[in-house]
């Protein structure tokens, strides 16, 4: 089935760096646009980074953009968010997500993975 599997998350200073990587399987990855969101307590959840099937194109909210990079590596079924110069703000739990713009189709959510920035 398919199945999102969020990792890389934990507790980091502020300007600190971490990387997320997100596992995929049961799908044609390479075929989806992939997406990283966070949900902060209280909060609704938001688009963080998009990067499309080639990894050809990218797109970041404004308030990550020079901080965060999304890649994928289609041969192992992974994408990634590289998260430089941390910020408080930036705790949530971080999750990926699929969409195969041919079908208008969406993977399920993954289980996410805790981010926390602080000193």
């Known amino acids: 089935q398919v199945q999102l599997v969020e990792s890389g998350g934990g507790l980091v200073q502020p300007g600190g760096s971490l990387r997320l990587s997100c596992a995929a399987s049961?799908?044609?990855?390479?075929?989806?646009?992939m997406s990283w969101y966070r949900q902060a307590p209280g909060k609704e959840r938001a688009l963080v980074a998009t990067?499309?099937?080639?990894?050809?194109?990218?797109n970041y909210a404004d308030s990550v953009k020079g901080r965060f990079t999304i890649s994928r590596d289609n041969a192992k079924n992974t994408v990634y968010l590289q998260m430089s110069s941390l910020k408080p703000e930036d705790t949530a739990e971080y999750y990926c997500?699929?969409?195969?713009?041919?079908?208008?189709?969406?993977?399920?959510w993954g289980q996410g993975t805790q981010v926390t920035v602080s000193s």
């Open positions: 990067i499309t099937s080639t990894g050809g194109n990218t």
């Open positions: 049961g799908f044609t990855f390479s075929t989806y646009t």
């Open positions: 997500r699929g969409y195969d713009m041919r079908y208008d189709r969406r993977t399920p």
